[in-house]
């Protein structure tokens, strides 16, 4: 795995950015620590900023989950602790298209991916 020498561009779709969001507020009701739960969000981006000199770094979905829509033949995906990113590389741009807990229901993020505008 060769590293980008000058790294690609990370765009986060629209849906991505409210699921971050999302997930900022749930910890931040669970946690009831704004310390915690900014680390948290942090490190979830930090993790996702690794990709831009590593695009290749994660696996294909295909490769863990069978045969997909032709439209996702080419995604991959990230894990930073319980946290999955799944993306796409293309054009020297990584797309965050989704982000999500890992005990949620993968299929269901798969079936609502946007394409970043």
Known sequence: MNPKASGAHIRYAPSTVKK?????????????????????????????????????????????????????????????????AIYDYSDDTVSILAVFHSLENIYGHLLSINQPE
């Open 20 to 84: 971050l969001e999302d997930i900022y507020a749930y910890l931040a009701q669970d946690l009831e620590s704004p310390v915690t739960t900014r680390r948290t969000i942090a490190a979830i981006r930090k993790s996702i900023g690794y990709l831009r000199n590593f695009p290749e770094a994660g696996p294909l979905l295909s490769s863990s989950y069978g045969k997909l829509p032709r439209d996702l033949a080419a995604v991959r995906y990230f894990m930073y602790d319980s946290y999955v």
